[in-house]
């Protein structure tokens, strides 16, 4: 019978288990005109382009912290009795760092809403992570290829490894990235491992250890992809730079993309 319960735990243990973060977060404080601090708040965030919406109250601190955000941009709503409510809109969440969100509160009717537009910093202060990130901006490069790993070596502190330089489309993407080798490069695809442990390379960006190289992620399909390193020691196993890819949620409307890629020897010069 204890064995039993010992297998069922690991099994349950199993499925929770969750890989390495991929979402963003938001925190902040909310205070009054005064600047004292109010508990019990109501805090809200929704998703402007899928309607997720998450909620929690401050803390006796005026604290309050929402993790595990799908990235892309929220409305953050505020509500308290004896206090008008208020909207701070167009917060944008990232993979690399939590964004910060403090909210001011006014007394009066709580049926009286107050729109702010959000004010994030642009440095966050509270990483000391290397590297940088790709967001929406990445579809509207002319990467050759429309392969995602042609922009590794793009991101502030990265260069391609000299061992290692394919210009064909779907090149391996191996980079070194503030002096790490490119061969320790750790890659993570929606917070799981992708890591060929023959090249040490992006499985799916290959077509298989001893095959050409061949993207199969469209670069339409790229949510946000972010590089760094001194990471945290959550991500572990490599000793390089961490390259962490989120693909795109859905939405509610229909979109989509399209393209042609065409070279042969008329176009060289």
Known sequence: MKLRVVVWLLV???ELANGQSFRG????????????????ANVRVTNVDTGLRRETITAGDGQFGLSELPLGTYDLTVTKAG????????????????????????QGE???????????????TRSNTLGGSWRGEI???????????????????????????????????????????????????DGGDINDSFHNRPTFAEGGAFSIPGTLLPLSSIAELAVAN?????YGRNAGSLVNLVTKSGTDDLHGTFFEYFRNSRLDA
């Open 12 to 14: 349950m243990a199993a």
């Open 83 to 106: 206090f008008r409510m208020i909207t701070v809109s167009a917060i944008t969440v990232a993979l690399t760092n939590p964004v910060r969100a403090d909210v001011e509160m006014t």
């Open 230 to 234: 001194n990471t945290n020691a959550e």
């Open 139 to 189: 579809l509207q490069l002319p990467v050759n290829g429309r392969d995602f790993k042609k922009l590794l070596s793009d991101v502030p502190g990265a260069a391609a490894d000299s061992s290692l330089v394919d210009e064909a489309p779907g090149s391996f993407g191996v980079v070194a990235v503030n002096g790490n080798r490119g061969r320790s490069n750790d890659f993570l695809l």
């Open 25 to 40: 977060a938001i925190f902040g404080k909310v205070v009054d005109r005064k600047g004292a601090r109010l508990a019990e």
């Open 110 to 124: 709580a049926a009286r809403l107050i729109e702010v537009p959000a004010a994030v910093p642009a440095v966050s």
